[in-house]
């Protein structure tokens, strides 16, 4: 098969994306300079910017609370991105996979999973104890448990005072308010773990990347970014 033949067959990618603007900037940026490299054409993507309101993001960010009132614009965003052409869809935000299986119900596209995707990883690299670093919402409704758990991974999560902070963290990315005292912090805990893996499991912390000399970081806005992109190129 010619290379012109394999571009035509590079399938259409929809985002549902804002979750924040930043770190779907960042998602589309990575998805594009790889599909160019590897196909010597630029990629079909198709975004939909969830228009949550602000009040209810910091809700789910900070408070872990009224997850649900976040949902209605999830599934309009999944339908809108089928109806315009996309063949799969991904959501680079850990938080909302709260709602994957709804979402997957609402269309008749595949939906790649954050959390699936990372879970492979990291049973292909037999890693077998992990930190998670997420919103309190993905604490709360253990949202890596099943999946890490079924491949024998323990999770160690920060203590009350720890995950506080990580809620103003994660608050301040998406709302483009970081500053170096963040980037400090979460180094900060990162180190505290006392474990030689990480997972960042809220994309908008590849923003500050930390890197830490003792840990291993498991970005999945990478990890995702890179699914996406094997699953372009089928």
Known sequence: MVKGEKMKKMKTLGIIGGL???TTARFYMEVVF????????RPQILISNVAVPLKIESEIIKEAKNENNILPFLINAAKQLEK???D???IPCNTVHIF????????NIP?????EETSNILRKEKIKEVGLLATTATIKNKLFDENLKQNGINIKTPDNLNQLKMGTIINHLVNNKHNKKDKKELLKIINEFK???VILACTDLQILNSKSNRVKIFDTMHILAKAAIR????
């Open 20 to 22: 924040g603007p930043k």
């Open 34 to 41: 790889a599909c160019s490299k590897i196909s010597g054409k």
């Open 84 to 86: 315009g052409g996309a």
């Open 88 to 90: 799969f869809i991904v």
């Open 100 to 107: 994957i299986e709804k979402i997957r119900q609402s269309v």
């Open 111 to 115: 939906v790649l999973s954050i959390i």
């Open 195 to 197: 474990v030689k893996s």
């Open 231 to 234: 699953e372009q190129l089928k």
